[in-house]
């Protein structure tokens, strides 16, 4: 399995307050992606990383920040969490070469309150 | 632009019978395309992927999918289900030169009958 951890894998929070969430990869892959899941939607890219402080928006970025000081590490920010980013977010990494797949990690299951 | 459409949000088929999850895809430049499987309360695990080559492509667990250019198709298929194989499978699409970002489908949960 690749190796990509998240963290937190679970939390509760309100409404109002800032949320972390943590990708950490160990395969020293080039692109990071953070994607948000939710039923009838699919997969979601709401930002991804081609680099250390490269990043770019997805298609559902309104309320998200991310930043990437290190290679490993890829973190996305809800800067005042609301009851509609309520979901699943998975992180996944990528060589970025033509045709490779994205490896996913295990998920966070966060819910806004 | 690319978009992935998954026929079905719900499938059920018997234990030992044929899986066949549709899938069809639109991109505007050739497309890399893959399956994934999602198994509950964990991420998505790749099954199988086409880039170049043979249209046919077989994937882990005895899937399998065709590519077919004319009907901008990538069915997944199995010609036995397994209860192992309950599980939700989504379809992703990327476009090649460049294009490091996947489209996915808004999955197809799979329910095997015993």
């Known amino acids: 399995d690749a190796g990509i951890t998240q963290s937190p894998r679970h939390k509760v929070t309100e409404t109002g307050t800032p949320v972390t969430l943590r990708c950490h990869q160990t395969?020293?892959?080039?692109?990071m992606y953070w994607y948000r899941q939710d039923p009838g939607h699919g997969l979601r890219l709401i930002h991804y990383?081609?680099?250390?402080?490269?990043?770019d928006k997805g298609e559902v970025s309104d309320g998200y920040s991310v930043s990437r000081s290190k290679t490993e590490d890829f973190l996305l920010t809800l800067e005042s969490a609301t009851s509609s980013q309520t979901s699943v977010y998975f992180c996944?990494?990528?060589?970025?070469?033509?045709?490779?797949?994205?490896?996913f990690g295990p998920g966070t299951r966060l819910t806004v309150l | 632009a690319q978009s992935v459409t998954q026929l079905g949000s719900h499938v059920s088929v018997s234990e030992g019978a044929l899986v066949l999850l549709r899938c069809n895809y639109s991109?505007?430049?050739?497309?890399?395309l893959f399956w994934y499987v999602q198994y509950p309360n964990q991420g998505l695990q790749l099954l199988l992927k086409?880039?170049?080559?043979?249209?046919l492509v077989k994937g882990i667990n005895g899937f399998e999918a065709e590519f077919k250019k004319s009907e901008t198709s990538f069915h997944l298929t199995k010609p036995s289900a397994h209860m192992s194989d309950a599980a939700e499978y989504f379809c992703?699409?990327?476009?090649?030169?460049?294009?490091?970002?996947?489209?996915f489908g808004t999955g197809t949960r799979l329910t095997i009958i015993p």
């Open positions: 991109s505007s430049v050739p497309p890399y």
């Open positions: 996944a990494i990528s060589p970025g070469l033509a045709g490779h797949e994205q490896f």
């Open positions: 992703a699409v990327n476009g090649r030169f460049g294009n490091e970002k996947l489209t």
């Open positions: 990383s081609y680099g250390v402080k490269d990043t």
């Open positions: 395969e020293n892959h080039r692109y």
């Open positions: 086409y880039t170049t080559g043979a249209t």
